[in-house]
């Protein structure tokens, strides 16, 4: 593991508007600033897009997409310029990760890991630019052949969260600029840093100007603007649940297409005929990485009876080895929480815990001056609290007892969200009867967390609608469109029959 030390720069880091292959002032010329969460300093100035920056950002990736040449390119042009993409990511890395820790308060030795997941997407993206292909149907007749063709979607709106600035828009643009598409992208406000380095990094890659456009702001009116204008064919959002409901809401009067990626309450099945240790590691990360401020957070421990209090005792000797610091420091594992208002509302998850009937095990406490919460476990929470129900965004464990499969089937799928879920056994048949009763988009068996380009992310339920990631980003990012060719003589079918 990398152990380089990191400080804060003496400048905060800053960025213009990225429309149309130019950096550009927003025009009404305000801007906002973000604070490091462990640092208490300005480390990023940005431009404040309006709704008018916002249309022009639309109509130059409008323009891009009518006039090419992205869209017109063969797939292989496009997948040398997306490797290259993938290759400054990795060259750019350090800098990288720099930003998203000081914007995020992530830990750096993660968001080191993450540039390189994220180059991989781009990497992954390149193989299907030339395997964007449609069917033929041969069958139809002597006198009639038919194909199905894929073609771009259009100008895709790419709205992203802050816990994984670079990784989430990774496993969106590359996929969309793979079948020929054109992006608006607007990151969080909280974290807009690594998104807009990525557009000087796109520029030096080859990739055409207006092709990308990036833009800093808020939701209303930038994220807003991207979602009603008539010239967006699809909203490819990743964030709440709350503002994924409003986006679909309101792109489904236009009849857009959308893409939600929302939020989650995974649980972790673990049965007792498992090695303890793999366990405990896999629950520890699984709840305190990225702060637990993580769509897949493994927060919910359904456990069995038989093993409960050893895992319980064990989970807990773990995280108390877990250190919550500056996340600059490589020894640290949990970083600070992004803002006050959400370390206040997981404070306010732990405060109904207690009140609520569960059993503090360890932590429930915050640092009243500093962003911190520290790696907190509840036992003997049951099914009906809210904090078994609710995803708290925050380094907490709820931990939930059961006796059989059944039950934990049930307790499993007992809440609005459907993301992931796993399962500890080495019993074949009860992890295959697990995986398909689970309401969920991903189910890990004897593992957590992992992830691939190759496989499909996404949710049942209130986790989301549609699926990024693997060839199945084809068919997100494309329209598909039938063709019929008649061969021969044509017979008449009206006048002469
Ligand atoms: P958020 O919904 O508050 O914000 C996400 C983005 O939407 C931001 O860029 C924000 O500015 C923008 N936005 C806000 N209001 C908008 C509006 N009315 N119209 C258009 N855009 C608007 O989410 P967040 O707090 O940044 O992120 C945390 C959430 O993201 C959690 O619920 C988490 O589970 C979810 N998440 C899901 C995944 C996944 O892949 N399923 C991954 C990461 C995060």
Known sequence: ??????????????????????????????????????????????????????????????????????????????????????????????????????????????????????AGNWDYAATLGRHTKGESYNSLGEDMLAMTVREPIGVVSMITPWNFPLLIVSQKLPLALAVGCTAVIKPSEFTPGTTLKLGELLTKAGVPSGVVNIISGYGDPVGVTMTNHPKVSMVSFTGSTKVGKLIAASAGEKLKKVGLELGGKNPQIIFPDVNLEEVVDAVVFGVYFNMGECCNSGSRILVHDDIADELIQKVKEKSQQVQTGDPLDPEVKVGPIIHSEQKD????????????????????????????????????????????????????????????????IAIANDTLYGLSASIWTKDIDRAMVFSRKVKAGTVWVNTFMSGYAELPFGGYKESGLGREMGAYAIDEFTELKTIQVHIGEKTNWWLNK
């Open 1 to 118: 593991m990398n152990k380089e030390h990191f400080s804060v720069p003496n400048k905060p880091f800053s960025y213009k508007l990225f429309i149309d292959g130019e950096w550009v002032h927003a025009k009404k010329g305000k801007t906002f600033s973000r604070e490091s969460p462990a640092h208490n300093t300005t480390v990023g100035i940005y431009e404040m897009a309006d709704a008018e920056d916002t249309e022009l950002a639309i109509e130059a990736a409008h323009k891009a997409l009518e006039e090419g040449p992205w869209s017109k390119m063969s797939g292989a042009e496009r997948s040398k310029i997306l490797i290259k993409v993938a290759d400054l990511i990795r060259e750019n890395a350090k800098e990288l990760a720099l930003i998203e820790t000081l914007e995020s308060g992530k830990p750096i030795t993660q968001a080191n890991d993450e540039m390189e997941w994220a």
């Open 345 to 408: 509302k997981i404070c306010s998850y732990m405060d109904l815990a207690t009140s609520e009937g569960a059993e503090l095990v360890l932590g429930g406490n915050s640092d009243e001056n500093e962003a911190y919460v520290y790696p907190t476990i509840y036992d003997k929470v049951t099914p009906n609290m809210t904090i078994a129900k609710e995803e708290v965004f925050g380094p907490v464990l709820s931990i939930i007892r059961f006796s059989t499969l059944e039950e934990a």
